[in-house]
């Protein structure tokens, strides 16, 4: 049985990363035949999904260590218990944030350093990096407009002003640009449709 891939897919809030995710899925499905799974991150399993709540939760405060490590926690669990038995049955997994979220959060916007959280996220994960990494590009001002229109409440994250995100932003491009053959960088102002087919021809490669 074939390995299975691990497609992860980054950007900053608002960017479209859910929506892309759910239509990678129906198409790998549909045009390859692949067993493909969806997972959100931090969640996609129960433990995972309980700390996503209190990272979550806007009327909590607590220091930018003891997120990385909230986050690091969450991870390590949704691997276990999900991503490695996932692909070890051959089943391509789509997550929805990574590993280079913390680095882009955690270790250069909340200035922790990108090095300390690679370690911590290194011991988490056990190594487990993704096959290729889809970059979704946007303006943090266009991307902060998105989720404005969305109506939904702010969580502890979104909460934070535009120079947070820039950094993120200018940060993700640079993950990208010194690890070309991971990353494909996507543009997040494409529509749906466009977006979905320059997603699936950044992962022709894989499919072969």
Do not use: C
């Amino acid at each position: 049985m074939a390995h299975g891939r691990l497609i992860t897919v980054e950007g900053i809030d608002g960017s479209g990363k859910t929506t892309l995710v759910g239509k990678l899925v129906e198409a790998l499905q549909d045009s390859r035949g692949l067993a493909v799974k969806a997972l959100r991150e931090p969640g996609g399993v129960e433990v995972s999904e309980r700390i996503r709540e209190i990272l979550k939760d806007p009327e909590l405060q607590f220091g930018s260590r003891a997120e990385a490590l909230l986050y690091a926690a969450a991870r390590a669990e949704l691997i276990q218990q999900a991503v490695t038995p996932l692909l070890d049955q051959g089943t391509w997994v789509l997550l929805d944030r990574y590993v280079d979220s913390s680095l882009a959060y955690q270790g250069v916007a909340r200035g922790l350093g990108v090095a300390d959280v690679a370690a911590i996220n290194a011991f988490a994960t056990g190594g487990v990096t993704p096959d290729r990494t889809l970059l979704l590009d946007l303006d943090p001002a266009q991307a902060r407009a998105r989720s404005e229109a969305r109506g939904e409440q702010v969580d502890r994250i979104e909460a934070e002003g535009d120079d947070f995100f820039k950094l993120i932003a200018d940060s993700y491009r640079q993950f990208a640009a010194a690890d070309p053959e991971r990353f494909r960088v996507l543009d997040a102002t494409l529509d749906q449709g466009a977006l979905a087919d320059a997603a699936i021809a950044a992962l022709e490669d894989l499919t072969d």
